[in-house]
């Protein structure tokens, strides 16, 4: 064989700790190695175009490159090797610049190190075969988890696009965080007025299935060809019947129903539809609240609905949707504020979430959008706004910051003015960090405009004074001093969280997520919509915190992606999978066992029984070739030969 | 490539893609500080980690090995790194019984989020290799020679089967040879005191069938060459778990085989009987009573007691009866409760790390290398396609050096993890005497402990461990790093 090894200088990245020039010294001493070079910029066209030079001049059929991590660049290279007509495969990557370069000082060990780890690929290239990918069809319909803004606004991009869309939503209406808002910053506009017109687009939409009140229950496949199970929750009335009159709704004896929607802010129905603008407009009955399901006496519902729509013995259904791209966007929910015992706990009525307040803003809300206390319905003079409850804060686990509370608190004293032109209101805060388009000003405007006072300091109590209201209890950093004030209503900016079910769901679509439950993008820079898993996207605050334009900035990007991806008719399949050799096999069945895509299965040959691998469903975890005693099964590219190789470049002592 | 003398040590790591390489690219896009001697190799997924690929590393010289993977429930192949929680767990167990100090291998779940916990892990496994050392060097062990000290307390009364119905076998088999194409059992070998396989095909050979203390060859490992064919085969309760065993793994099919079992009362360590009647013209007489066998050899009366004599296993041995016949005569001793540590491993255990190497480098001189080991296992199922043999994949060199050797040892006894009765045939058929059988019981004894009590040929349709996993593992916890 013959090698070429290019050790990338990345500027001053990896020739700053490693002696590069030294290392391609060492590796001509390396087997097979006829050609070794140390460009300054690898990755950069001439620097590409140097390894295609020298494939042409030094006729080489492998190639190494010592530079960054090969998650970034390997498939920059193969192309590279491709354009110069060797196999994409017969190439290897040290990572001399994120594993030794820039987390190592001493420039002896990296360029020591360095030079192994070189030494290693070259061993592993040595053992590489060409491999050639095969096409096979897609599935050119997509699933997308969660309608929210994101979700919504990347399933009408992928249906106008022509792509067909199931959209799952575990809640009974569409319309995520979004649809409980009142009013959105920097324009505060009605947030029912510009995402209602939206959410029934979808509900219109030809190319749009929707689910609602129904959850993604397992996911099988891959790129192109998943297979999903979707698990319709009973909601004990026939939505096909059900024309979301209402009548029911006025009947029902449970009328201490908590209101989910409404953030538990007022009682509703047993059986209930969410709100005026509901998509899709469907009762739905609470079972742990409903006197017939739970006491078996009462049929109210079934006795007023005209049309007989209420089914008690209704049960979950599973349907299956087979798609070939998946799109995450599941949003957020808040953190449980109630550790902190400082702002009571939990204990005061009027110590509310920001959640809570839009509803109480808003005219759809339990209070008919007239601002009133929880505990006595008074209409509040003085309401104190805390932020960062539960953001940027290590001491509960927190510390992130949630990225959109200074804009929404900020909305909210301009609104609390407007619907009190006499009340007072006081913000205690961190930072402001307003640096959206028209954000700042916005802010600018609730102090100058609508006399919100800003207080930049922390609360450290809040106790009742007895007389129906609430001390206050802060610091003003800026003067140094502490601050009282005497409060009707308090409300706090409670930080988010990844939404519940989120890590199991990572788990269903194999994509990572960080400590937080937030899915994990591919690339934290340059791919924040793809994950690793190929064919899976992401969108809104699944993947962690944005607001409404840049959760619909990413719910189109992500529609972007699933439509780039099905303008091609066939993909290609990754090659590195693992293959039988027939002759070793006994037919012990170890392989199909333990495979965790069932991509083994046993054929008869010439009499005997055998492995055989389905080459489009090995994903190519090699979990085979590890059971496998006699090394039948080879995983391509990371055989047995190949790691042993590694580990003997290392170990011979 | 040698280590930086006085600078380094030799750590290998082996890194799913998905997770623990991004995490650790991760640290390095933080410029988050490690140090330096870790090579990281990168593999798919933790499940493609065949922990041989770690002895290796670590009978070829390194110092330590980190593996690492996505944490449990987030593999990227949705169950990889489960099947390789068990299978590095039990590595983990087995390592000391080869004198490698189990804290050289660590394995640990980082995620590709997880940069300062990438930088821990490493910082935390580096300064541990450190405090212990450069890792001794199998080569470079003086031999050590040590003997096992056989006779133990038995679980039960051990005999030699002068009650056993022999002559209603003969005619259950008799009954039921017609049906079959052969039944294996044992006949009298080059003297009375020796038996060999005998192939029953025709019902003359019916009559040449012997049961006794002299039955010490397990006849399942013929099994798997009459797949297809219609088979009877003699067992005693031990051969009956190896015949479990081959119908768990498919090897054989149930309704191929027909099984006759007698109970057992014990067998004789021949190698040590052979060693008391050295050297001899003729064997003059054998006589069997209920403790033991007498056998006059060129006029030299020999005794051998069943309480002295036995083959190590027989004396902790909790299936006299066969765990699975059709045709089943007599009935077995009863078993007190309680386990007996088998006497090659109670060896081992009284051994520090070093000595137990230098008892394999010792050993492992003598070997040479015959496989007669390998091809007397029932459980050896690869036969012409044993890895050891073969170039690609090519694990072991022809080299004939002892570390080699005690690598093909490794490969066996990991290759039956989970699977091994503990028929002890590897350690009777060794022509020097190597006690090897200890590496086999270790394995086993990891995995009762991890997995349950579980013990292989019990139950043909249970699941081996090694081939499933629990997302929740009873007995595996994760490590601390900090």
């Known amino acids: 064989m013959r090698i070429g090894v290019f050790i990338c200088h990345c500027g001053s990245n990896i020739g700053g700790t490693v002696d590069c020039a030294r290392v391609a010294e060492l590796s001509r001493a390396f087997p097979d190695v006829v050609y070794a070079d140390d460009p300054m910029y690898t990755c950069a066209e001439p620097g590409q175009a140097a390894i295609e030079a020298a494939i042409h001049e030094h006729r080489l059929d492998g190639v190494v490159v010592a530079s960054c991590t090969p998650r970034m660049h390997e498939p920059t290279f193969r192309r590279t090797v491709e354009r110069a007509g060797l196999n994409r495969y017969m190439f290897e990557m040290a990572n001399i610049r994120e594993h030794v370069s820039w987390i190592g000082k001493d420039k002896e060990a990296n360029t020591n190190k360095a030079a192994e780890l070189v030494l290693m690929a070259v061993e592993k290239l040595r053992r590489n075969t060409p491999l050639t990918p095969k096409s096979f069809d897609i599935t050119k319909k997509v699933l997308i988890i969660g309608g929210g803004v994101a979700g919504i606004q990347a399933a009408l991009d992928c249906a106008d696009g022509g792509v067909p869309v199931v959209l799952v939503e575990r809640e009974a209406t569409i319309g995520g965080k979004m649809a409980k808002l009142d009013k959105t910053f920097p324009t505060v506009d009605c947030s029912a007025c510009i995402l209602g017109p939206k959410m029934v687009d979808v509900a219109q939409h030809p190319n749009i299935t929707l689910y609602a009140y129904a959850e993604v229950e397992d996911i099988s496949g891959y790129v192109g060809n998943f297979s999903v199970k979707i698990r319709k929750k009973a909601a004990y009335v026939d939505w096909s019947k059900c024309t979301g009159c209402g009548a029911c709704t006025e009947k029902c004896p449970a009328r201490k129903t908590p209101d989910a929607f409404n953030e538990l802010t007022g009682p509703t129905t047993a059986i209930n539809i969410a709100f005026p603008q509901a998509i899709p407009k469907k009762a739905v009955i609470n079972a742990a609240h409903c006197r017939q399901l739970s006491k078996g006496k009462c049929g109210v519902c079934a006795k007023v609905c005209p049309t007989g729509a209420i089914r008690y013995d209704m049960e979950d259904e599973i349907v299956t949707e087979e798609v070939g791209s998946i799109v995450a966007a599941t949003g957020y929910d808040l953190m449980d504020w109630t550790v902190y015992s400082e702002y009571g706990g939990g204990k005061y009525p009027d110590v509310i979430t920001s959640l809570q307040y839009e509803r109480l803003l808003s005219a759809s809300g339990p209070t008919g959008g007239h601002i009133l206390r929880p505990s006595d319905g008074r209409e509040p003079k003085s309401v104190v706004f805390i932020q960062c409850v539960g953001s940027r804060d290590k001491s509960v686990g927190r510390p992130y910051c949630s990225g959109f509370c200074c804009m929404y608190t900020a909305k909210q004293a301009v609104l609390t003015k407007d619907h009190i032109p006499d009340s007072q209101s006081w913000v205690f805060y961190m930072d402001i960090r307003a640096p959206g388009k028209m954000y700042d000003e916005f802010t600018r405007r609730a102090v100058e405009e609508y006399g919100t006072e800003y207080i930049r300091g922390r609360v450290s109590a809040i106790y009742p004074d007895g007389k129906g209201q609430y001390v206050v209890m802060g610091v003003d950093t800026l003067l140094g001093q502490p601050v009282e004030i005497k409060a009707d209503l308090v409300v706090l900016a409670v930080g988010i969280e990844a939404s519940k079910g989120a890590s199991q769901l990572a788990e269903k679509l194999r994509i990572s997520y960080d400590q937080y439950g937030f899915f994990m993008e591919s690339h934290v820079k340059l791919k924040p919509v793809e994950t690793n898993t190929a064919g899976v996207f992401l969108a809104g605050v699944c993947q962690g915190a944005k607001d409404i334009p840049a959760s619909v900035a990413q719910g189109s990007a992500a529609a972007a992606k699933v439509l780039a991806l099905f303008a091609r008719d066939k993909l290609e399949s990754d090659p590195q999978i693992a293959q039988v050799d027939m002759r070793r096999c006994v037919n012990c069945g170890k392989c199909i066992r333990c495979c965790p895509f069932g991509a083994i299965k046993e054929v008869e040959m010439r009499g005997e029984g055998k492995a055989q691998v389905i080459e489009t469903v090995c994903q190519g975890c090699g979990l085979c070739t590890a059971t496998c005693p006699q090394g039948a099964i080879q995983l391509s590219h990371a055989t047995d030969n190949q790691i042993l190789a590694e580990v003997n470049a290392l170990c011979q002592c | ?482």
């Not at chain 2, 049961?211 to 490992?221: D, E, L, Y």
């Open chain 2, 1 to 482: 490539m040698p280590v930086l003398e006085g600078k380094e040590l030799r750590i290998v790591g082996f890194l799913c893609n998905w997770c623990s390489y991004g995490g650790a690219d991760t640290a390095g896009v933080a410029r988050a500080g490690q140090p330096t001697d870790l090579r990281i190799i990168r593999v798919p997924c933790s499940g493609r980690i065949d922990p041989l690929f770690i002895v290796k590393a670590l009978l070829g010289g390194a110092d330590g090995v980190l593996v690492s993977g996505c944490h449990p429930r987030d593999c990227h192949y949705a169950a990889g790194n489960f099947y390789a929680r068990r299978r590095l767990e039990v590595l983990k167990q087995f390592l000391p019984v080869l004198g490698i100090d189990e804290r050289r291998f660590e394995y640990t779940w980082v995620s590709a989020s997880e940069g300062q916990r990438w930088q821990q892990v490493v910082t935390v496994f580096t300064e541990r290799i450190h405090q212990l050392g450069r890792a001794p060097r199998f080569d470079d062990a003086e031999p050590l020679l040590k003997l096992a000290d056989m006779a133990l307390t038995s679980l039960r009364p051990l005999g030699t089967g002068q009650t056993a119905a022999l002559d209603e076998l003969k005619d259950a088999i008799r009954a039921k040879l017609p049906e079959l194409d052969c039944v294996i059992g044992w006949q009298q070998g080059y003297d009375a005191a020796h038996t060999v396989p005998l192939f029953i095909r025709k019902p003359e050979d019916v009559d040449k069938l012997v049961w006794g203390p002299f039955n010490v060859n397990n006849p399942a490992v013929y099994l798997p060459s009459f797949k297809g064919k219609k088979v009877g085969i003699v067992v005693k309760g031990c051969d009956s778990r190896s015949v479990v065993e081959l119908l768990q793994e498919n090897l054989i099919r149930r309704e191929d085989v027909t099984i006759f079992a007698l109970p057992c009362e014990g067998t004789l360590d021949m190698a040590r009987v052979n060693e008391k009647l050295g050297r001899y013209q003729r064997i003059d007489s054998v006589s069997l009573d209920e403790a033991g066998a007498t056998i006059v050899a060129d006029g030299t009366e020999h005794r051998f007691c069943m309480t002295e004599y036995a083959q190590g296993k027989c004396y902790g041995c909790t299936t006299p009866a066969a765990v699975l016949a059709d045709t089943r005569l007599g009935t077995p001793t009863p078993v007190q409760p309680g386990t007996v540590v088998p006497p090659e491993l109670a060896l081992l255990d009284s051994m520090s790390l070093e000595e137990r190497m230098a008892f394999w480098r010792g050993q492992m001189e003598r070997c040479l290398r015959c496989y007669a080991c390998r091809n007397a296992c029932p459980m050896c199922v690869c036969r012409d396609f044993c890895i050891s043999d073969s170039r690609n994949p090519h694990w072991m060199s022809q080299e004939d050096s002892p570390r080699e050797k005690l690598f093909f040892q490794t490969i066996h006894a990991m290759h039956l993890a989970g699977r091994c009765t503990g028929c002890g045939e590897c350690q009777r058929a060794c022509p020097v005497g190597i006690p090897i059988l200890a590496l086999r019981q270790q394995i086993a004894r990891a995995v009762a402990q991890l997995f349950d009590g579980y013990r292989p040929g019990l139950d043909p349709a249970a699941v081996p461990p090694l081939l499933g996993y629990e997302v929740e593992e009873k007995n595996i916890h994760e490590r601390d790093w900090k």
